[in-house]
């Protein structure tokens, strides 16, 4: 038994192989290069006459049939780019060009040297289209209480990746709308919501649209908006004008807090240098 137990210790120890360095975006613009990285350590006395190095690809949502190969290097030839338009570096580094929301999915390293070791992750590409559009329609009185002229309020936006969804609000408050979500195509999204209110509900306040990604945190990734001041009175707006892109990142609110704080310094250091100079010419 102990024969058993002992050759069972020297098979699972001689397993040096291993993926040291591992490196997939999670979240990307659409247009941007990505960098995929993936790198192996072997024992020093361990030969590597059999290695060879993949990179595998599954769409997003895609099933285990989808999965295809995108790269491999076997040693003693050359590395290779396989069906994928993609530019190969040092070390099985590998550089997704100009990518687009078909870029989108699980990408996958595989080393293999007698042993085998596997490392995956997600990328998600997103772009926002043609951003949120807002037009504003006035129509017959409907159901509601009073006889005056009601305002349909319809927001929009094209080519959306990953999939949106769409709020309405009038002076800060959420409007209850109807949605139609279409896609995905090409892992693209249109989105209209729409939503009936009394004329005199928007003239003169803010009317906006707002945009999140039902697979993004709102509070990491970018959100848009868009925003106009009603007026019956007044002609159309130009829409590229107000389209408002509205981003909460850390950096911004490290910077936030940075020039707050210098604020609050400055003004000491002034309050300071105040006091000493009354005291010199007292």
Request: one cysteine or more; hydrophobic letters at 35%.
């Amino acid at each position: 038994m102990w024969i058993i137990v002992l050759l069972l210790y020297l098979v699972t120890g001689t397993r040096q192989l291993s993926i040291t360095k591992f490196s997939v975006p999670n979240v990307i613009e659409i247009g941007e290069d990505v960098r995929l990285q993936c790198r192996y350590q072997l024992d020093p006395q361990e030969s590597d006459k059999a290695l060879f190095v993949k990179w595998w690809f599954t769409p997003q949502n895609g099933t285990s049939d989808q999965r295809s190969q995108m790269y491999q290097r076997i040693a003693g030839h050359e590395a290779a780019a396989i069906h994928h338009d993609i530019k190969l570096d040092e070390n099985d580094d590998i550089l997704l060009l100009n990518v687009t929301p078909a870029d989108s999915g699980v990408y996958e390293c595989e080393v293999s040297n007698i042993d085998e070791v596997r490392r995956h992750s997600s990328l998600l590409v997103y772009t926002k289209g043609s951003g949120p559009s807002l037009n504003i329609t006035l129509i017959e009185d409907g159901s509601d209480d009073d006889e005056e002229e009601d305002a349909l309020i319809t927001c929009s936006a094209s080519d959306v990746s990953p999939s949106p969804y769409m709020y309405i609000t009038v002076d800060g408050e959420y409007l209850d709308s109807e949605e139609l979500l279409s896609g995905p195509e090409e892992n693209l999204y249109d989105i209209t919501s729409s939503a009936n209110v009394s004329k005199s509900k928007i003239e003169g306040v803010e009317v906006a649209c707002l945009m999140f990604y039902r697979e993004m945190n709102s509070t990491e990734y970018p959100h848009y908006s868009y925003t106009i001041t009603y007026h019956s009175d007044e002609s159309a707006l130009s829409t590229t004008e107000l389209v408002e892109e509205s981003t909460t990142e850390t950096s911004d609110i490290l910077k936030s807090t940075c020039d707050a704080g210098f604020g609050l310094a400055s003004s000491a250091l002034l309050v300071i240098a105040t006091f000493f100079i009354s005291l010199s010419l007292n």
